[in-house]
């Protein structure tokens, strides 16, 4: 059998195929038409009459929120979030609620145990003496900036498509808090003194750090009717997130998890066992919420991109 041309057109191939791949490739941007068609595409937006969903507007939202990590008292709470858009990414807003409180499932099994009455140096609390010097929070909210870094489509089983985005809040947040603590239970006025003699023999009221004086004659051990000193404004840090999940273009779904940051004894009483109640029992807390709210967006009819 003669295979001498198979053999030989296998050696042309051969021959040639370096050649081939070594040719010059095409000159760059190749033909003035060619380069404009480039640098044309890369002026143009990645995505064409994309809905502007968040550029540009004002966002109203009615919103409920609760606390998740509430010791003593839970607090339930409605009010508003305003927001504006600087861009898809950058926005500014404030936000304010108004709560009532409830007794956490801690707190009830606390107020279970105790007794009506307690006898006179006994440091447990009364039942009246623990309820009262509890606080609620029925006032809160924060002013913040957000950024929104990431946003996008959800899709339900492939057929329903939703626009949806994820955004991170920073800020101020204020507080104001209250106690029912009655004149009858929170009944020493002076809470930081204790009564010595002095030299002349009186009877006085003195700092119970002072060793200068003689030995206190009468022990102030009871810190339970002290006032709980957990009322009034508190002011801290805000962060939070959350998404929108927008259900028509004028109108989102939004999650939220909040965190209010602030001094606060939400018992009220001695947590460091010197048997007084002082500033030295407040410590830094973090007051979480989660929420949900019905954001409203205006213009209601958003931009498209050209």
Same mark, same amino acid.
């Given at each position: 059998m003669?295979?001498l041309?198979i053999?030989?057109s296998?050696l042309a191939?051969l021959?040639?195929a370096?050649?081939?791949?070594?040719e010059?490739?095409p000159?760059?941007?190749?033909?003035?038409?060619?380069?404009?068609?480039?640098?044309s595409?890369?002026?143009?937006?990645?995505?064409?009459?994309?809905?502007?969903?968040?550029?540009?507007r004002?966002?109203?939202?009615?919103?409920?929120?609760?606390?998740?990590?509430?010791?003593?008292?839970?607090t339930?709470?409605?009010?508003?979030?305003?927001e504006y858009h600087?861009?898809?990414?950058?926005?500014?807003?404030a936000?304010?609620f108004?709560?009532?409180?409830?007794?956490?499932?801690?707190?009830?099994k606390?107020?279970?145990?105790?007794?009506?009455t307690?006898p006179d140096?006994d440091?447990?609390? %009364?039942r009246?003496e !623990?309820?009262?010097?509890? &606080?609620?929070?029925?006032?809160?909210?924060?002013?913040?900036?957000? *950024? /929104?870094?990431?946003?996008?489509?959800?899709?339900?089983?492939?057929?329903?498509?939703?626009n949806?985005?994820?955004?991170?809040?920073?800020?101020?947040?204020?507080?104001?808090?209250?106690?029912?603590?009655?004149?009858?239970?929170?009944d020493?006025?002076?809470?930081?003194?204790e009564?010595?003699?002095d030299?002349?023999?009186?009877?006085?009221?003195?700092?119970p750090?002072?060793?200068?004086?003689?030995?206190?004659?009468d022990?102030?051990?009871?810190?339970?009717?002290?006032?709980?000193?957990?009322?009034?404004t508190?002011?801290?840090?805000?962060?939070?997130?959350?998404i929108?999940?927008?259900?028509?273009?004028?109108l989102?779904?939004d999650? %939220?998890?909040?965190n !209010?940051?602030?001094?606060? &004894?939400p018992s009220?009483l001695?947590?460091n066992?010197?048997y007084? *109640? /002082?500033?030295?029992d407040?410590q830094?807390?973090?007051?979480?919420?989660?929420?949900?709210?019905?954001?409203i967006?205006f213009?209601?009819?958003?931009e498209?991109?050209?």
């Amino acid at each position: 059998m003669n295979r001498l041309p198979i053999t030989l057109s296998g050696l042309a191939l051969l021959i040639t195929a370096p050649a081939l791949a070594q040719e010059a490739p095409p000159e760059a941007g190749g033909s003035e038409s060619e380069r404009n068609v480039a640098t044309s595409l890369d002026e143009q937006p990645a995505v064409r009459h994309r809905l502007l969903l968040v550029k540009g507007r004002f966002e109203l939202t009615p919103a409920f929120e609760s606390t998740v990590n509430a010791d003593y008292r839970y607090t339930l709470s409605g009010g508003l979030r305003a927001e504006y858009h600087f861009s898809d990414m950058f926005s500014a807003g404030a936000v304010g609620f108004f709560g009532t409180g409830l007794n956490t499932g801690l707190s009830s099994k606390i107020i279970d145990s105790l007794d009506e009455t307690n006898p006179d140096g006994d440091p447990e609390p %009364t039942r009246d003496e !623990y309820q009262q010097h509890l &606080n609620d929070m029925p006032i809160h909210g924060a002013a913040y900036f957000s *950024v /929104t870094p990431w946003y996008g489509k959800l899709a339900a089983f492939g057929k329903a498509f939703v626009n949806f985005d994820f955004y991170f809040q920073g800020g101020v947040a204020f507080a104001m808090l209250s106690n029912d603590c009655s004149p009858s239970v929170c009944d020493d006025d002076d809470p930081l003194t204790e009564i010595r003699r002095d030299a002349d023999g009186n009877i006085v009221r003195v700092d119970p750090d002072d060793e200068t004086s003689d030995p206190i004659i009468d022990p102030d051990n009871n810190p339970n009717d002290d006032p709980p000193l957990n009322d009034g404004t508190k002011v801290g840090l805000y962060l939070g997130g959350g998404i929108h999940v927008f259900l028509t273009n004028w109108l989102a779904l939004d999650l %939220t998890v909040r965190n !209010y940051l602030f001094s606060n &004894n939400p018992s009220g009483l001695d947590t460091n066992f010197d048997y007084r *109640v /002082t500033a030295d029992d407040t410590q830094l807390q973090n007051h979480l919420f989660v929420g949900i709210g019905a954001s409203i967006f205006f213009p209601m009819r958003p931009e498209r991109t050209p």
